[in-house]
């Protein structure tokens, strides 16, 4: 009997023996699995790909848009008016229910492909041993017990435990944050050893940057651990956004007070005397007027007019609400490397002749110089030149220019040896690159070293040697001056110095030299025991960016909290938080303070209540893990937080996905990342999130000026059709006019505040709570006093016409414009909701202008074109009417703005 699916749950392996897992699997080092055992555990396990996740039918996302209250009632109208044959208003109510649908439908077509993404990023060709044979095959035919061999280069295509490894480094950055290539090892581990210190274990979707191992295949598919993070994304919510929220409790709100208003109308209307078809006519008219038709088509207009202002400075948005999120973020939680950092080691300082140099410049390009820091330069740089040779010449990568970056072709470290030994081509060698290597000790885990033999430009030959500390500094019985002299090497001195470094966040490497190999061809372990010259240390660190620096500023002044969530070291994450500039809470942000700091071992001993309490005090979480990042994004949404997730790698996607809204970075982001997310960073710079939370509070602004302005006319138009039932007269206006009124006015006035620019003091405000409703009691109170003046306009302009002899289509049509102008003059002060078009510049947003002269040409054709006349019941009318039709309006645009002084003088 073969091995079972279930044989594998929760099974530990990287805390098994080698010997335990064959047992367990059921293979052979040498021979691997026979072809007929192959078979049957791919029907028991199946492909090596990631499960599909189950989209929302096309039909069934579209019928989905008109799930919504207060399209029911659009829908409703649509039924009474068509079964009263009263066909020209039921085929534009229904023409503006399938209008609104079609936009949703089209915006909410940009369905998440993330975990389609995850499958396809395991495709690739494993070497393995069947039959006793080595074969290439397709990762996704992988099973369980597969004995594969991976080298340089390759991605690593299931879930693997170790049982032979040489010099093996692997870049799990995607997977676990880590920013530097993991030096993987053979020994058993214990049980609870977290995913970032799983030495003997490699990971579907990592890559291999140096040497060469066997391993066992002990995970495939949704059993790996990029499978898991796959569960992850498909368990995260799909959160609505705070406008969404805000707006679907406004739509409830409006539902029931239409619903009641409709009731009551109709009730009194049919007790008064009026007939049955008469009443649901007027029903219909006060619910066609009072439902703002225009504004599903505005907030997505106007969120599509924000994303384009995003796209201009480097962000490009995949979901439209998340605009408007980013205006109420009130914490960015940010992975650390490549979105703080640069991604790109960089080595800041350098010890050797006892003296201390500091190196200028960040990441793989040779701009920068070093200077001294410590100590006086008289009597040369001999030591200086020594160390930073041996980190050029003992050395197997290289730094290769692709697409206008520069990147490292191997181990990042290494990397950052060539760099800093480029920035100080003054000092070393010209002709470096001429010594010539005759043969070297790879780096081996056992040993902690790498070492090379070289051939001088005079025919004498010496060892450079690099590795940690411990490793160097046992096997060195001097060191080497500035002067070039050799004295007895200081051990206390340079143990010291080194943990500076490393309290610095900085990575720490020694180099010694090695004179005595005359005549040598080749090099072993034993020739380097003993008897080096130590050369100096050199200490480097993934930089923080500069631009982040001043946007982690900005944030915290615009009273948004900023966290580091990182699969980093707890030291490195917090010495860059400290250049970054953190600080445990915005409200701390002027004063000094030491960087509260969490690993992920103290988070996970936390229930979720302790980590709620927690998460607001504490500023970096390092070597945090999948889950762990999820937690945290969950617990700062249990506190009330609108939450923004940063990040790059595979790891970062669940998180990026439960956000309120999820930042992907667009160069060093894997596929995964940017399907969850639901915008991308082009220029993977943190700078450019401040850039985007700016947009995203001009949107906000922008839609709630939207529908200050809109508001006031529905209430207008309801309360018209209620005072008429109740007065016992005439409708001033009719349903397919107030249609005309609402779709054309949003369309050529309304959208026109989509494109007013920034407020000046926009980053200077907290963040919105998504709790506050989003009209205040001012903006309410302001609505309900515009809404009232157009009733009163709207009713006298009425009467006044009809009893000067009028006709009804007359009267309808100058009760039309009331409201038109009323709105048009009335936008202007909703350029802003507490200041003046002065301070603004009446000229500043020219498209209100383009708007306005649109709708005064459509006012002229809907009172003068004959097809119009016929369509809308509307008639021409003269010259004075139009006289007091502007006079009404101008003395609403005074009023209002008399009422926004008196407010903003209050409130000062």
Known sequence: MDIKRIDFENSVWHALSVQDILAKIKTDFAVGLSSSIVEDRRLEFGLNSLTP???????????????????????????????????????VIFGVVIVNAVIGFIQEAKALKALDVLSRS?????????????????SVYLVPGDIVMVSSGDKVPA??????????????????????????????LDGKTALADRTNMIYASTFVTYGQARGIVVATGDMTEVGRISELISSAEDLKTPLTIKIAHLSHKLLYAILALSAITFVIGVLRGNSFVDMFMAVVALAVGAIPEGLPAAVTITLAIGVSRMAKRNVIIRKLPAVETLGSTAVICSDKTGTLTENQMTVQQVLSGERVYELSGIGYSSEGEISLKEGDSKSGHKALRECLTAGYLCNDSRVVEKEGRLVVEGDPTEGALIVSANKSRSI?????????????????SEYQYMATLHEGHDGKRFVYIKGSMESILSRCVNQLEDD???????????????????LQGLRVLAFARMDSVAGKESIDHNDIEESLTFLGLQGMIDPARKEAIDAVKNCYQAGIQVKMITGDHLITAKAIAEKLGFKNRPADAGEKQEINALSGKELEKMNNDELITAVDKISVFARVTPEQKLRLVRALQARGYVTAMTGDGVNDAPALKQANIGVAMGLSGTEVAKEAADMVLLDDNFASIEAAVEEGRCVFDNLRKFIVWTLPTNVGEGFVI?????????????????????????ICLGLML???PKELDIMSRPPVDPKTPIMTRNLVLRILYVGTLLVAGVFSFFMYERNNGATLEQARTVAVNVLVFGELFYLFNCRSLTRSIFSLGIFFNKWILFGVSIMIILQVLFTYLPVMNLFFHSAPIDIYSWMRILLVAFLLYISVGIEKKVYSSRNK
């Open 754 to 756: 989509a494109f007013e």
């Open 159 to 188: 879930d693997i435990k170790l049982f032979q490894s040489r010099d093996l480094s692997v870049n799990e950055s995607a997977l676990t944050g880590e920013s530097v290539p993991v030096k993987k090892r053979l020994e058993e």
């Open 122 to 138: 395991m495709a690739s060709y494993t070497t393995v041993i069947r039959n006793g044979k080595e074969e290439k095959v397709s």
């Open 428 to 444: 070393i060698d010209g002709d470096i690159e001429k010594f010539r290597r005759i043969d070297s000790i790879p780096f081996e």
């Open 484 to 502: 070039g002299s050799v004295q007895t090497i200081d051990l206390i001195a340079i143990e010291e110095f080194a943990k500076g470094m490393a």
């Open 722 to 746: 209620l005072v008429a039932v109740f007065a016992g007269t005439m409708l001033p206006i009719v349903p397919v006019q107030i249609l005309w009124i609402n779709m054309t006015t949003a």
């Open 53 to 91: 996740k189950k989209n929302t039918p096309i039909w069934l996302m579209f019928l989905l848009q008109f799930h919504q209250p207060l399209i029911y009632i659009l829908l409703a109208a649509t039924a009474v008016t068509f079964l009263l044959k009263e066909w020209v208003d039921a085929f």
